[in-house]
Every structure is written in C-alpha cells, then in structure tokens.
C-alpha cells in the first residue's frame, strides 16, 4: 500500500516538468530551467549561458565578413570625405569642367554643388553610423559609384575620353583607363561587403 502511494506521488511530481521540458525545449535540472538545443530562441552558441541572445546571425556569416564590410565602409566614407571636400573648396573650377563635357554640359550648374555635398553626407553616414543606416549608406555609395563607372565607360566608348577628367584630388592623375579599373574594384568591394553582411539575420 505505501509503494503504491509512493509511485502516485513520483508520477504526479515527475509528469508536470517531463511535459514542460519536452514543450518548450528546455532541459530541468536540479530544479532550474536550463535552455535546450530545442529552443527556437537560443543559438547553439548560447546553451548554457546565464543570459542567451534570442535570434540568428546566420549561417555562414563570421567575424571576417563583419571585418570586410567594416573595411569597405572605411573606404568609401574616407573616399567620398576627400573628394567631396576637394570638390568644394575648388567650386568653380569643377563647375568649368563639368561644362567641358557635353553629357553634363546642361545640368553642370546643378551638378557641381549638388554632387560634393552628397558625397559628404554619404561620408558621414559610412564613418559614424550605425545599424540599418550603415547598410543603407554603404548602398546609396555603392550606386553612386556604379554611377560614375556608367559615366567613364559612356566617356570611353563615344570616344569623349580626351576631355578633361571631372574628378578631384589623387584620382584626377589618373587616366580613364585606370579610372575605370579603380571604380570597378571599388563596385566590387561594395558588393562583396553587402552580399556578406546579408548573412546576417538579426535586427540591430
């Protein structure tokens, strides 16, 4: 008779938590409710800890793509920071040089101020922003960029090469050829970056 009580309590004791850890994927033991590999909400890499981080970041995606992105960021923010305060300090001059070219030639006094300031805006974004603005600067750089890339293969192929390059500083030495070489790395930097940080599921 007393055995009898006894396994009616062990059941009505052992039932409740066997039913709670196969529900919500948490192991019980030593009465404290322990995160499972079951759990949606916990990444393997956070079993076991005392505070585990609810989300993915996604397979694949490491340290050295994070690095990458942060490197292209750097790039293009640095990039955009020099040439669009060159462009300013030097206004007109870039305004004639816009004239000179016969595609812009009608939009150049639109173009010469509008073009350095959103440069430093993209600039600032890449260097001091965080998060999604981060992701959506580096894409409205990278476009900006492809754009300049249609623009010096237009010069190219229509044979308008011999004019004067529009563009300012170190990247004003170099010939339309290089120019295009060196965007297109740069094109795909941007890319590369982007497609890796995509990896990454979590909303920061």
Known sequence: M???IHNRKSAVFQSPQGDIGKSSGHQLQGGLDVPGQND???SNADIGSPHPVKGNLGRGYSVSDRLIFNIARSVYGLIYLYSGMDKLLGLEEF???LKSVPIV???APVIAPALPILELCLSSILLFAFGRYERIGLWCSVVLMGTFTIYITIMMVTGMHHSQC???GLIESLNWTEHL???LV???LGI????MESKRTVKL
């Open 40 to 42: 949606p909400l916990c």
């Open 2 to 4: 007393e055995r009898k």
């Open 181 to 183: 070489i060196f965007n």
């Open 186 to 188: 740069l094109v795909g």
């Open 95 to 97: 305004r004639t040089q």
């Open 166 to 168: 529009s563009c300012s």
């Open 192 to 195: 590369s970056a982007l497609a």
């Open 105 to 107: 030639r009608g939009i």
